[in-house]
């Protein structure tokens, strides 16, 4: 039987757990020195809307950003791996799928935002927009 990406998400988040808007709010307003935050968005949606200081790293790009040995590494998330890195999405389908691997990548405090930016949104949390330029190794 085939896999569909439902499955595979539903694998993932049986792995991954979640916070909430809320005790993000909280950290980010506390603890913000101790949080890596991760849209694993396309620039595109992070241009439109986005959590305030959050990286972006799209989903596809996740894997050789967070390997120091890939050539397209990017080095604040390779330098991470004793903070706590919150990833998000629009919904927590592709950011549960980011923090499994990063997870199995050997990233131990990877936590994903339960309901995405769209439950970040409703719960009117502060975003902005405006581009992002990827930072390079």
């Not at 005790?23 to 809307?49: G, M, Q």
């Not at 200081?53 to 120091?68: C, K, N």
């Not at 936590?111 to 930072?135: C, I, Q, R, V």
């Amino acid at each position: 039987m085939h896999k569909t990406l439902a499955d595979f998400i539903t694998d993932a988040r049986s792995r991954v757990t979640d916070v909430s808007a809320d005790d993000l709010a909280e950290w980010l307003e506390e603890r913000v020195d101790e949080l890596l935050l991760i849209d694993t968005r396309e620039p595109y949606e992070y241009a439109r809307s986005h959590i305030p200081g959050a990286l972006l790293i799209p989903r596809g790009l996740i894997e050789s950003a967070a390997d120091p040995n890939n050539a397209r590494r990017v080095s604040v998330l390779c330098e991470a791996r004793d903070k706590t890195i919150v990833l998000y999405c629009d919904t927590g389908g592709r950011s549960t799928l980011a923090a499994d691997n990063l997870q199995l990548m050997g990233f131990s405090r990877v936590l994903n935002l339960a309901g995405g930016l769209k439950l970040w949104d409703a719960e009117d949390y502060a975003t902005e927009s405006g581009e992002y330029t990827l930072p390079l190794p």
